[in-house]
């Protein structure tokens, strides 16, 4: 398994403040990625990153943008928080096992209210 | 458009019965089928099928792909309280630069004591 690290985990925020949501792995994955997750809701991507340098908007669009400037950190910002960016944001990596087996592994999660 | 839709989008069930959650999908270039576990917080993996009519299995649970119909169930016998969680399928397609999954909504899977 993979071992992946979020920070806050919960975060609770005035509108208008900037706001980083930290992602750490350790597996040396190049392949990550940013989901949003709304309550009873399916998990939507909003960034990825295929290695160092690299990042892409994923299918749902999102105010928020990200940096991948070393392999093991994948940060995400806001950088004027609203209460429309109320959600779970999940972090996760790709893995590639022994005869084309692989998955996706999930960090922790960041729930972030904005009030 | 890729999508993926499961049924029942919620299920509640005694401790002790046997349940079948569902997962079609359409996609263009299929590759996997992924079944996932959501509790509180974060996704934990399950299985990954890519062939048809091989049956995974891990302790109660197993899963079942079946490529030519476009759909996998993921079957839990005798469950327990803790199998009380949100069952997500999701879908990667083939191509060497596609690594990403379309994920469904999810069946919300209740087991009351």
């Known amino acids: 398994e993979a071992d992946i690290y979020q920070t806050p985990r919960y975060l609770v925020i005035g509108t208008g403040k900037k706001i980083t949501l930290e992602c750490s792995q350790t597996?040396?994955?190049?392949?990550m990625y940013w989901y949003q997750q709304d309550p009873g809701m399916e998990l939507h991507l909003i960034h990825y990153?295929?290695?160092?340098?690299?990042?892409e908007k994923g299918d749902l669009s999102s105010e928020s943008t990200v940096s991948r400037i070393r392999t093991e950190h994948f940060p995400l910002t806001l950088e004027s928080a609203r209460p429309s960016h109320t959600s779970q944001y999940l972090c996760?990596?790709?893995?590639?096992?022994?005869?084309?087996?692989?998955?996706?592994?999930f960090g922790p999660g960041t729930r972030l209210l904005v009030l | 458009e890729d999508k993926v839709v499961q049924s029942p989008l919620s299920l509640v069930v005694h401790e002790g019965d046997t349940v079948t959650l569902n997962c079609s999908y359409e996609?263009?270039?299929?590759?996997?089928l992924l079944w996932y576990k959501q509790e509180k917080k974060a996704p934990t993996f399950l299985f990954m099928l890519?062939?048809?009519?091989i049956e995974k299995k891990s302790g109660r649970l197993s899963s079942i792909l079946d490529k030519k119909e476009l759909f996998s169930i993921l079957n839990i016998t005798a469950t327990q309280t803790g199998d009380s969680a949100v069952y997500l399928c999701?879908?990667?397609?083939?191509?060497?630069?596609?690594?990403?999954?379309?994920f469904g909504k999810g069946t919300l899977l209740t087991v009351n004591p």
């Open positions: 996760a990596t790709w893995e590639v096992g022994p005869q084309g087996w692989e998955t996706q592994y």
């Open positions: 597996m040396g994955h190049d392949k």
């Open positions: 990153s295929y290695g160092v340098n690299s990042t």
């Open positions: 996609v263009t270039n299929f590759r996997s």
């Open positions: 890519t062939s048809s009519g």
């Open positions: 999701a879908v990667k397609k083939s191509g060497g630069s596609n690594y990403k999954l379309t």
